[in-house]
């Protein structure tokens, strides 16, 4: 199983990023996927999760500046992130959706810096 998240960078704040995450090794049309982040000394935390169906969810803090999205052809899920603040600053990783779902080894991630 691979994950590979890409699409990270430094941003101002304002500014946007697309993250893009490229899934092997599973069925990944059967599960739901998510977008996770780890800041600095913080927990992984989930961002946003897009159902095997297409219906979607997100954390507090991103709601109406993050959209999820996935390509069952292509394997993908994208992350489209507006309005980028500093506190979104974080190693962004792609993984299986769900709180109690295992999960596949995580990848790499991506990083995302918002400076001020």
């Known amino acids: 199983v691979q994950l590979q998240a890409s699409g990270g960078g430094l941003v101002q704040a304002g500014g946007s990023l697309k993250l893009s995450c490229t899934v092997s090794g599973i069925r990944f049309e059967a599960y739901d996927m998510a977008w996770y982040r780890q800041a600095p000394g913080k927990e992984r935390d989930s961002v946003a999760t897009?159902?095997?169906?297409?219906?979607?969810r997100y954390a507090d803090s991103v709601k109406g500046r993050f959209i999820i999205s996935r390509d069952n052809a292509q394997r993908t899920i994208s992350l489209q992130m507006n309005d980028l603040k500093p506190e979104d600053t974080a190693v962004y990783y792609c993984?299986?959706?769900?709180?109690?779902?295992?999960?596949?080894?995580w990848g790499q991630g991506t990083l995302v810096t918002v400076s001020s």
């Open positions: 993984n299986i959706g769900g709180r109690n779902s295992p999960k596949q080894p």
């Open positions: 897009i159902f095997r169906l297409g219906s979607t």
